[in-house]
């Protein structure tokens, strides 16, 4: 048991080949980061912290790898979890508008909900999801329901 | 401007080789799952959800991708962030401990914080940070202080 790490996940950092570019496809979200241009850009969503941060850099900071090529699947999904069934729908649409790439349309999971993916134009993947019973607190964070 | 996508990163979502070894790995933090065993596992961890699921079968339903090998780095962090500054430094330890790998030391760093990085058993990187003036929430999520 350790008691020195907290229970929390505090911030998500992507790894951006291009920090503007893939900025300005969330900012096309309606997402709104405060963060000065440069090779970082933060976006508060809800009980996490979005970030981008300049993929070579990272990699280096994070213990000296190598960033993967933009493009390749991450095995790491993002998701934005939606009030009702039917804006998982309406979300994906949007996504698209912004510029994303469906990798899976819209469908009733066998665990309930609904749900897709779309990729940003890097490939970083997030899904699109609708829990039945879910609520959110008041900054928008996920009240986990089972 | 996609009104339909709300402002939230409600779950985050590791694709998993053996969801088991790494499930009791992240016990062994301290973090308490809820989920009953197979091929998911959900940890609530403050404003955002963090979960486990089988890797090959997130890779074929977020859009037909193969599963990246256990170890590869992802081009992906996650955050903890810890209230004091010495916290990183015991936070490693604590990870250490429970069969993490320290990728990079904790260390000051040019934005004014504290942070170091560390591996899971199939090579998912965490940050452990410590960010001047940054302050939690009731359920232990970070409020962005910039």
């Known amino acids: 048991m350790a008691d020195g790490i907290p229970r929390r996940l505090s911030v998500v ?7 503007a570019a893939l900025r300005a496809f969330y900012e096309r979200l309606g997402w709104e980061s405060g963060s000065p241009p440069g090779n970082f850009a933060a976006f508060p969503l809800g009980g996490a912290v979005f970030t981008l941060y300049d993929a070579a850099t990272l990699a280096e900071e994070a213990g000296g790898h190598v960033a993967p090529p933009a493009g390749a699947f991450r095995g790491v999904t993002l998701a934005v979890n939606v009030d009702e069934r039917e804006q998982v729908d309406a979300a994906l649409v949007a996504a698209a508008d912004a510029g994303a790439r469906v990798l899976a349309a819209a469908q009733d999971r066998d665990w309930g909900g609904r749900s897709g993916y779309f990729a940003d134009p890097e490939g970083n993947v997030w899904e699109v999801a609708w829990i039945p019973d879910a609520s959110f607190d008041s900054r928008g964070a996920l009240i986990w329901p089972y």
């Open 13 to 19: 950092t992507l790894g951006a080949h291009d920090v």
